[in-house]
């Protein structure tokens, strides 16, 4: 095993084998998403130069930088990084789990079922003056909740001697339309000033997240990714298939269902704070393979970085690109993602 | 092989009849319910003896134009998912699922947040501009490679320019809250509130697609034998594909234009259709543009009494009643049809 590097931590828990390529490309990643970092930072309406954003960290720059800096930029990109990780990560699993490329929250109804449970928690638990009568923090809950209960049942919906992977997509096309009716129907019935707060955060946009949103969702996301990549080796098990999977020793139904779990909370969390940012649980883990191939142990980092520059860079042109407007995260990844998936569709053999 | 026997087949005839009287009583059943509860009476006195009293009104200005726009969109998408299906030869295949009806309406959004555009003749044009350009982008991706798409894969293409063109209609309506106030009911589907003018604008065209597609049934029936048959014996396959792209574009972006998308009419429809009346176009078409007009007739009554006094969309309506049945077929899998 030349060329590779093995990572133990205690007996069982954490056991990696990264190759030296994947170590080389996860820093240039890194290296990358933190440029990129800086440049969000520092672009918009107020520029301001890279070296200045880095003195603003140690506090340094005028109070008017300060200002934007803190207040308005950093919360949303920190939020851009996390959910476009998450979203990857959620994808990645989700794609060894079910071994088709096709899969991701988006195409399995996951992404949808999140957002309708958030739209309809918004709905039910607001006073005439809408704002919330519960706290802000249960947000996330219900949005897992949502993407979870989709989950499974589209999973078993699709089950007919086994799951067919586009049968899968299918019902999650299926799925998916008729989490967008029960989204619709709550925008329809919500005034008109929510319903506009809902369709922002339907396309997915990180525009009005602050500083609160962080302090929730740092932890969160920080624990589910852990869990996740301390997981990788069970989805390469899994990922072998069924039998394999049973024959090397692997309780499959109990890591099934564990993972699928992990990944349904990464999409709930990542959609209860930046909305459905579609695409991106598709593409990341797609482009990480083509990088690092597929052993999840290198996969899943390198496709959280992706994620994280994916997303970001979507809010960074939503944001500058069209001003006055400011455009959705969402609309940039979708612009980007369908047509990836179209290619991805031409490129897989006809059975 | 089904009989093909001529207009005097008794069974499938009465079938026609029987669905147009139920599409003539509903129509009458979605003029006089509703918020504003009347009778048949008051309905017939509202043409012949109109008064100027509020239900009058009502009945003329509000519950009639729904209903003649519901019957119309729901025959034009009923129509052109069958045709769909049969050159797809994909039962999953209809407007809303490749993606059509997301076109027309990002088109449409598009007119009214950019160029302002508020006429309706103008409106109608752009919707069918919308729905052309999704229609060519679907044909082209399943059309590309050396055997195209499988028609699960096309669906699968469909569904991801369906969330490519919703993502772009969102983005456009999140930079302007007073057009998103204007379009949000629109964009989910619905024939509320909408004027007889709407319907006047878009129902030459749609008339001219319904026509067509009763024109070109008999060919349609050798070309659901496949593409090679039917190009033996002697069949122009291109030029009828292309006649069903226009039948499609017209049916499909007239719909819109008066509707907003509204899904799943043109894959439900069809489906039973060809159960009850068999595979024959000649009556299949008829017959679905019918129970096309009953099903959007009864999903809207049906969506006026849900919240009352609120109305859900009957976009939504559709999507509840329209998702079983679609997983159903999911479920039965590709080669059935």
Excluded: C
Aim: no cysteine; charged share 10%.
């Amino acid at each position: 095993m030349k060329g590779y590097r093995s990572f133990r931590v205690g007996k069982d828990r954490l056991s990696l084998l990264l190759d030296n390529n994947a170590l080389v490309k996860l820093a240039v990643l890194f290296i990358i998403t933190l440029i990129l970092f800086i440049a969000s930072v520092g672009l918009g309406d107020v520029k301001i130069n890279p070296l200045t954003v880095v003195k603003l960290f140690f506090g340094g720059g005028t109070e008017l930088q300060q200002l934007v800096v803190h207040q308005f930029r950093l919360p949303r990109i920190i939020v851009s990084m996390l959910v476009g990780m998450g979203l990857a990560v959620a994808g990645g699993i989700l794609q060894g789990l079910i071994r088709n490329d096709l899969a991701a929250p988006d195409t399995i109804g996951v992404t949808a079922g999140a957002g309708m449970s958030v739209v309809a928690f918004l709905w039910l638990f607001s006073d005439e003056n809408y704002s919330l009568i519960v706290s802000i923090n249960w947000l996330p809950v219900a949005a897992f909740v949502g993407a979870t209960l989709v989950a499974i049942a589209v999973y078993f919906l699709s089950w007919k001697d086994g799951v067919k992977p586009v049968r899968l997509v299918l019902i999650g096309i299926g799925i998916t339309a008729l989490m967008q009716a029960g989204t619709t129907t709550f925008m329809v019935l919500s005034p008109i000033y929510m319903a506009s707060q809902t369709n922002i955060w339907i396309t997915g946009s990180v525009n009005s997240v602050g500083w609160e949103d962080v302090h929730v969702l740092l932890p969160v996301m920080f624990v589910l990714l852990l869990m996740a990549f301390f997981s990788a080796r069970n989805i390469n098990v899994q990922s072998l298939g069924e039998d394999i999977a049973k024959g090397v020793g692997s309780p499959v139904e109990r890591h099934r269902f564990i993972l699928l779990i992990i990944s349904t909370g990464l999409v709930g969390t990542a959609v209860a704070f930046a909305g459905s940012i579609g695409f991106v649980g598709l593409m990341a883990p797609h482009m990480a393979r083509r990088l690092v191939g597929s052993s999840f142990g290198s996969l899943l980092p390198v496709s959280a970085f992706i994620g994280a520059i994916l997303v970001m860079l979507a809010d960074l042109m939503g944001r500058t690109l069209f001003l006055p407007s400011i455009v959705p995260a969402g609309v940039f990844t979708a612009a980007l993602g369908a047509p990836y998936f179209i290619y991805l569709l031409m490129k897989t053999k006809n059975n | 092989m089904t009989k093909m026997n001529g207009i005097f087949d008794f069974a499938r005839m009465s079938k026609i009849i029987l669905a147009a009287i139920f599409l003539v009583l509903l129509m009458g059943i979605s003029i006089v319910s509703g918020y504003t509860d009347t009778t048949m009476q008051l309905a017939y006195k509202a043409f012949t003896a109109f008064d100027g009293s509020n239900e009058h009104l009502i009945i003329q200005t509000v519950r009639l134009p729904r209903a003649l726009i519901a019957a119309s969109v729901g025959a034009s998408l009923a129509v052109s998912g069958v045709y769909m299906q049969t050159v797809t030869k994909n039962p999953l295949a209809s407007p809303g699922i490749l993606g059509i009806n997301a076109g027309a309406g990002f088109a449409v959004v598009f007119a009214i947040t950019i160029f302002q555009v508020s006429s309706l003749g103008v409106f109608t044009w752009i919707s069918f501009l919308g729905a052309a350009i999704a229609a060519l982008t679907v044909y082209f991706v399943g059309g590309v490679g050396k055997r195209g798409l499988t028609p699960m894969k096309l669906t699968l293409a469909g569904a991801a320019m369906t969330a490519l063109f919703s993502s772009f209609t969102q983005g456009m309506l999140t930079t302007n809250e007073a057009a998103l106030d204007e379009v949000l009911f629109w964009l989910s589907g619905s024939i509320q509130g909408r004027k007889l003018e709407i319907l006047a604008s878009v129902f030459p065209y749609l008339v001219v697609g319904w026509l067509l597609a009763l024109v070109i049934a008999p060919m349609m029936n050798v070309m659901a034998m496949g593409d090679d048959i039917a190009r033996g014996l002697g069949l122009k396959v291109g030029m009828l594909k292309i006649m069903v792209g226009v039948i499609v574009i017209l049916l499909a972006g007239g719909s819109v234009a008066a509707a907003g998308p509204i899904g799943f009419i043109g894959i439900v429809i069809p489906h039973i259709a060809r159960r009850l009346i068999g595979i024959d176009h000649r009556w299949l078409v008829p017959f679905a543009a019918l129970l096309g007009g009953i099903l959007l007739l009864a999903a809207d009554i049906g969506a006026r009494y849900i919240v009352m006094p609120q109305e859900v969309p009957v976009g939504v309506m559709m999507a509840f009643i329209g998702t079983p049945y679609f997983i159903y077929i999911a479920r039965k899998g590709a080669n059935k049809g």
